[in-house]
């Protein structure tokens, strides 16, 4: 058996076994060295998973994870959400398209799914259920929502694409996340709106509009925050890592003397737990990094780019097939394992059809989004199935309903690589 099957049976064993995903990386790189190297190349295994995080970009990562938690734990969800019930008003589906440019704007923050779900989902689902909306559709919902979230600078995602491929600019891609992103989030809208109008939810009559001068005054620091990060990566004023660094700072500000829910001693426990979740991403790195060097002295990833290439001329035959294997994958496992364990092989097919890499990119971070709320792994869904005690099997049917609907939305960057790529032109960016 060659080396190459020895270290791809060896990962997906482990995996099925229930072994974590960062240590199966690496120990099947290693597997994949022993067998077709040679024993005494196991001394680059230290070497190899220090180049693999000792990146700059990567500095934003844990920064940006760190804001997101600072912005949930600041009150920020509970404005945004008053502010939104005020300017949509009580009508059937309000709260729903509530929840959906909830999450949406909690994304331009965090750029993390499963913790918007969280803040979003704590807020939201008491004032849901009150309204008539069932508990399945509501966590699937936000769930749904919270996915976008991958799309919507800044994101941890794309931060991690632009490392992996060679020549990518973070800020083409993230100004190529944006209109995707909204529209991913306009086509949830469509089906949550129908459904409520069609089953009655929330009759208008027993919502309370909250006053909307006073709900935008309490909301101005949260819908600062996008515009802040945003402008200035746009102005030059400072480099994507440099901002998770202003945005870490701002949500400290608003947090300690704005919305004043926080205090120094919850700042220390925020600390300590976006380390922890920094800590788990960081080591999924750095042993990729064993995986990635073993696939590539072997010549694993050549063979396999070369066999996929082989499956047909047809390039969009191929981009479907490719977004398919990274949905079902998208629901097995996290964005930033996809994006280490599949670049390797699908760059050299990006490279021969001649795609663009941020509009390819954009496609596989919407894949992946939809994996997020689809079973039966989901990590948004079990986020929001948890706050809602609800079953994760009781969400299948509605879960079906907005995979359907987002997937309207990658058809049409699919068809329309404009969507994705007018942003980044127009600002100048490289793509």
């Known amino acids: 058996m060659s080396p190459d099957l020895w270290m791809l049976l060896a990962f997906a064993g482990l995996l099925i076994a229930g072994v974590p995903v960062a240590f199966s990386l690496g120990l099947s790189g290693a597997v994949g060295i022993v067998a077709g190297l040679s024993p005494s190349m196991l001394s680059t295994l230290g070497t190899n998973t220090y180049n ?96 976008t979230a991958i799309l919507i600078p800044p994101s941890v995602a794309l931060i991690l694409y632009s490392i992996v491929v060679p020549g990518v600019d973070l800020r083409a891609l993230f100004a190529a996340g944006l209109f995707p992103g909204m529209l991913a989030g306009a086509a949830l809208l469509v089906p949550a709106w129908w459904l409520a109008r069609r089953y009655r939810w929330e009759a208008p009559e027993n919502v309370e509009r909250p006053p909307l001068a006073e709900s935008f005054r309490q909301a ?63 080591l999924i790195i750095a042993l990729a990094g064993i995986f990635a060097w073993a ?55 990006m490279q021969h059809f001649d795609w663009n890499p941020v509009w390819f990119g954009i496609l596989l971070a919407m894949n992946i989004a939809i994996g997020q709320f689809t079973p039966p792994v989901a990590v948004n869904l079990m986020v929001t199935t ?36 007018w942003l980044p032109g127009v600002l100048g960016y490289n793509v």
């Open 386 to 421: 948890e706050v809602a005690r609800v079953r994760l099997e009781q969400t299948i049917g509605w879960a079906m309903v907005f995979v359907l609907a987002m997937a309207v939305a990658l058809a049409l960057v699919v068809v329309f690589p404009g969507i994705a790529l």
């Open 220 to 282: 101005i620091p949260a819908l600062f925050a996008p515009i802040l990060i945003l402008g200035g990566l746009r102005s030059g004023l400072f480099t994507p890592t440099e901002a998770a660094v202003v945005a870490v700072a701002y949500g400290v500000v608003v947090g300690l003397w704005l919305t004043r829910e926080l205090g120094w001693r919850d700042l220390w426990e925020l600390f300590g737990e976006a380390a922890v979740i920094s800590g788990v991403v960081m």
């Open 52 to 147: 693999s995080v000792a990146k700059y970009p990567l500095i934003a990562i844990p920064l940006f994870i760190l804001t997101g938690l600072i912005f949930e734990r600041a009150g920020v969800a509970a404005r945004l959400v008053r502010f939104a019930q005020a300017l949509i008003g009580p009508r059937h589906g309000g709260l729903a398209l509530v929840a959906v440019l909830v999450c949406m704007i909690m994304g331009g923050m965090s750029g993390s799914g499963p913790a918007d779900a969280a803040a979003v989902a704590m807020v939201m689902l008491p004032s849901m259920t009150r309204a008539g909306y069932p508990r399945p559709f509501s966590a699937t919902l936000i769930a749904a929502s919270a996915s």
């Open 295 to 349: 696939g590539t002295m072997l010549g694993t990833f050549r063979h396999m780019a070369e066999w996929v290439i082989g499956l047909s001329d047809n390039g969009v035959l191929l981009l479907a097939l490719i977004m398919l294997a990274v949905l079902v994958a998208g629901m097995l496992l996290d964005a930033i394992s996809i994006y280490l364990i599949l670049m390797p092989i699908l760059i050299p097919v």
